[in-house]
């Protein structure tokens, strides 16, 4: 029984302006759950596993306020959820993809009504994201994910060969991977915690999943969801826990069939490296999927529309605190344009809001972690100190209460600086100001200054300069805007991957990416087989 996808369209965003219903629902939300509290299973098998062995999942903007705990996998419980996925395997993948991509689509239902108003408070609170921003991400991008996967993979199981002949039947079948997938999220996207472990899902493939233990909240939630939706025991299995002790003992497992991943370059180099040196010990080949690093750019030509380049700059570098992979990070603008973008740019930084998320007016929020507001301020304390860079604007650090880094403007004299190089991850943009006469040698510096290429964006009027940015900054970036910031790739319209040390570019919401979780058979039935082992040739 085959049934069609409905054609997806992109999830409204809702604009909790003041006096909407939807704002009211969301601060009642807020409110509630701020006071609530609860501890957080493993869910391993369907069954909620309470390992005693805990860890805080608290408000980054106010980091003593502790909104729920949450329970560590142990060595044990790591071994049983691989055992989980092991057992689960076959019938799941048997199912037919009606009934599996049914389970996704009921849970993007439910997100996107029952639940929209818990999973954009669970976010806000537990990842210091605005209400534009949990909105855009939590609710609409993981209710695409779901929906528009669902029909990716739906054209992906039609394909098949061009051509039987007559006499026979040729045809694809597009199985499973034979074991199961390790699913390793991040804190700074909830949709990518639920795409992660679900794509692979999705085509009939059994997960571990260890999310980041900053975003154990939402995280907890999606699985809620999912387990409402009507997802079988042990197709997905929810570890939360230290990752080095969970990296490790999954992937020495001899049925580790594929990684989806996204973090740190280092860490997905770890990860390559130690499958790698597994190789002989797993059953076969695994997938190593990883969206990684990123230290991307704005570039702007001399024919740039000033205004559009400023507010790119500010929202592509400070929304979310910087904390996106695609945030703007270093920005190459002509001697001609610099003073009017910097009189432009700083008269909106003097407006900027900061602090607690349940305040609506705040622009910005906390970064996530103690670890983060240190490594931030880090880099802006080398500039500061620096006779290389000037801080612009911002540079103000103050984690008594939350995790508060302010928006900081550096501008550099050195394009190579360390700012202009190395991946951040918080909101600090790194300006070079460059003659405009040098603006094909200066697209030349920003392809080789760093070893990323995640996102990358091009402001200019000019058409013959825009075509010059795009050959030149060919390999530059996965996703290359023209005349927008860098950020903000939706689903089933701007297919979200990197290379270089950004990734593998297997572009998330697309169909590209759910064919790394598939294995293909090729079938021939030959309906007239040979009787005689005699070719023509041979006759006499």
């Known amino acids: 029984m085959f049934f069609d996808v409905p054609v997806p369209k992109n999830e409204a965003i809702l604009t909790y302006a003041p006096g909407s219903k939807e704002r009211e629902l969301l601060q009642k939300a807020l409110s509630d759950m701020a006071k609530d509290y609860y501890e957080i299973p493993a869910i391993i098998n369907g069954k909620e596993v309470f390992s005693g062995n805990l860890g805080n999942c608290v408000e980054p903007h106010a980091h003593q306020h502790i909104l729920a705990k949450y329970h560590k996998a142990g060595e044990k419980d790591i071994n049983d959820a691989i055992g989980a996925a092991k057992c689960a395997s076959y019938d799941w993948c048997i199912m037919p993809f009606y009934h599996r991509s049914a389970i996704f689509l009921k849970a993007a239902d439910l997100l996107a009504t029952k639940y929209r108003d818990e999973m954009n408070a669970a976010t806000m609170l537990g990842q210091s994201k605005n209400a534009f921003q949990s909105e855009i991400d939590a609710v609409c991008e993981l209710v695409d994910f779901w929906r528009f996967n669902a029909y990716f993979a739906q054209k992906i199981y039609e394909t098949q060969p061009l051509i039987?002949?007559?006499?026979?039947?040729?045809?694809?079948?597009?199985?499973?991977?034979?074991?199961?997938?390790?699913?390793?999220?991040?804190?700074?996207?909830?949709?990518?915690?639920?795409?992660?472990?679900?794509?692979?899902?999705?085509?009939?493939?059994?997960?571990?999943?260890?999310?980041?233990?900053?975003?154990?909240?939402s995280g907890y939630l999606i699985m809620k969801i999912l387990r409402e939706a009507g997802l079988p025991e042990g197709v997905i299995n929810f570890i939360p826990g230290k990752g080095s002790e969970i990296g490790n003992l999954v992937m020495d497992s001899p049925h580790l069939a594929g990684v989806h991943f996204t973090g740190s370059t280092q860490v997905f180099n770890t990860i390559w490296k130690r499958t790698a040196n597994n190789i002989g010990l797993y059953k076969s080949y695994p997938r190593i999927v990883g969206e990684t690093g990123g230290k991307d750019f704005i570039f702007a030509h001399p024919s740039a529309d000033i205004d559009a380049l400023a507010v790119a700059s500010v929202r592509g570098a400070f929304e979310?605190?910087?904390?996106?992979?695609?945030?703007?990070?270093?920005?190459?603008?002509?001697?001609?344009?610099?003073?009017?973008?910097?009189?432009?740019?700083?008269?909106?930084?003097?407006?900027?809001?900061?602090?607690?998320?349940?305040?609506?007016?705040?622009?910005?929020?906390?970064?996530?972690?103690?670890?983060?507001?240190?490594?931030?301020?880090g880099y802006i304390d080398y500039a500061r100190a620096s006779n290389e860079a000037e801080i612009l604007w911002g540079g103000n650090c103050d984690d008594s209460e939350g995790y508060y880094v302010q928006p900081t403007l550096i501008k550099t004299t050195n394009p190579r600086f360390k700012t202009m190089q190395e991946e951040i991850f918080g909101p600090v943009l790194?300006?070079?100001?460059?003659?405009?006469?040098?603006?094909?040698?200066?697209?030349?510096?920003?392809?080789?200054t760093s070893p990323y290429a995640l996102t990358g964006a091009i402001f200019a009027q000019d058409r013959c300069a825009i075509v010059l940015a795009n050959d030149i900054l060919y390999h530059s970036a996965g996703n290359f805007y023209i005349n927008d910031k860098p950020t903000g790739a939706v689903?089933?319209?701007?297919?979200?991957?990197?290379?270089?040390?950004?990734?593998?570019?297997?572009?998330?919401?697309?169909s590209m990416n759910l064919h790394r979780w598939i294995s293909a058979r090729s079938i021939k039935e030959n309906f007239v087989p040979a009787t005689k082992y005699e070719y023509p040739f041979m006759m006499e």
């Open 164 to 217: 039987s002949p007559r006499g026979e039947w040729n045809f694809s079948e597009y199985r499973a991977l034979e074991g199961f997938i390790f699913a390793i999220t991040p804190f700074n996207f909830t949709s990518i915690a639920g795409n992660l472990p679900s794509a692979p899902a999705l085509m009939g493939n059994t997960v571990v999943w260890k999310p980041a233990g900053t975003a154990v909240y």
């Open 320 to 377: 979310y605190q910087g904390q996106k992979c695609s945030a703007a990070s270093r920005m190459y603008i002509p001697e001609s344009l610099y003073e009017a973008w910097h009189e432009r740019a700083i008269a909106m930084l003097e407006t900027v809001k900061m602090g607690d998320v349940q305040d609506f007016s705040n622009f910005v929020n906390a970064v996530i972690d103690q670890t983060s507001f240190d490594n931030i301020k």
């Open 430 to 448: 790194t300006v070079y100001v460059y003659k405009d006469k040098e603006y094909e040698q200066t697209l030349h510096l920003c392809d080789e």
């Open 491 to 510: 689903v089933g319209q701007q297919p979200f991957g990197g290379g270089r040390s950004s990734g593998t570019n297997d572009k998330a919401g697309s």
